[in-house]
């Protein structure tokens, strides 16, 4: 079983709907969340960070952490075309060292 | 500013060949990574760098050689690559391990092809 898993998608969604991108893990160590957006042969792009179960909000997109079920989520509002890209959500036990991503979610949104 | 930068953006290089990949950072990082990524499959570390030091080597083989001269360069090394090689090379940095922060900021990457 992997660390962390996450569903490759395709996603497709329509313009303006909610896209919503999960990551389940196993370790309960894990304590550090991210969310990265990696656009086609570019770098991944750090979106999203949390520390601590609950919501996190900054301005379109929504994380949010539930350490009990050991489910981390992805909220993206009002999507657009150019939010098509891959989401990778990725997790560490420390503030340094490995960051065990998931598989990535390809996500396409069609005008 | 949360820019990494890497050199060259593309490389060729035959089997027999030596070539270094470089990145840069200017944020005051204490930690610097490189990742290697396949098409279609998530960033896997190669090799983390914590206060200048090699602190992880993921059972890289030696082909690849990770130096790093001073707390904002990295560099990697490449000598007698394999086709399988070929891939998109990433580095990042994060603020380190006094730092509660463990976000990792990409550089854009170098695609390099083995022929």
């Known amino acids: 079983q992997k660390e962390v898993e996450q569903d490759p998608g395709p996603l497709s969604v329509p313009e303006g709907a909610i896209v919503s991108l999960n990551c389940t893990y196993s370790n309960s160590a894990f304590q550090y969340f991210m969310w990265y957006r990696q656009y086609s042969r570019k770098g991944p792009e750090l979106l999203m960070y949390t520390y601590s179960s609950g919501n996190k909000e900054d301005g379109r997109f929504t994380a949010q952490v539930d350490k009990s079920s050991k489910y981390i989520s992805l909220f993206i509002r009002d999507s657009q075309p150019s939010d098509s890209a891959t989401y990778l959500c990725?997790?560490?036990?420390?503030?340094?060292?490995?960051?065990?991503f998931g598989a990535g979610t390809q996500v396409v949104v069609t005008p | 500013d949360t820019e990494v930068t890497q050199t060259p953006k593309h490389l060729v290089m035959g089997m027999t060949n030596k070539k270094s990949l470089k990145c840069e950072q200017h944020m005051g990082h204490r930690a610097m990574y490189w990742y290697k990524q396949k098409a279609k499959k998530p960033p896997e570390l190669m090799f983390v760098?914590?206060?200048?030091?090699?602190?992880i080597n993921e059972s890289v083989p030696s082909r690849f050689s990770p130096e790093c001269p001073n707390s904002s360069l990295l560099n990697l090394h490449l000598h007698a690559l394999q086709p399988e090689d070929s891939a998109l090379y990433l580095c990042?940095?994060?603020?380190?391990?006094?730092?509660?922060?463990?976000?990792?900021?990409f550089g854009p990457g170098t695609r390099l092809t083995v022929t």
């Open positions: 990042a940095s994060s603020p380190g391990r006094e730092s509660l922060l463990p976000n990792q900021y």
């Open positions: 990725a997790i560490t036990t420390d503030s340094w060292g490995k960051l065990q």
């Open positions: 760098y914590s206060y200048e030091k090699l602190s």
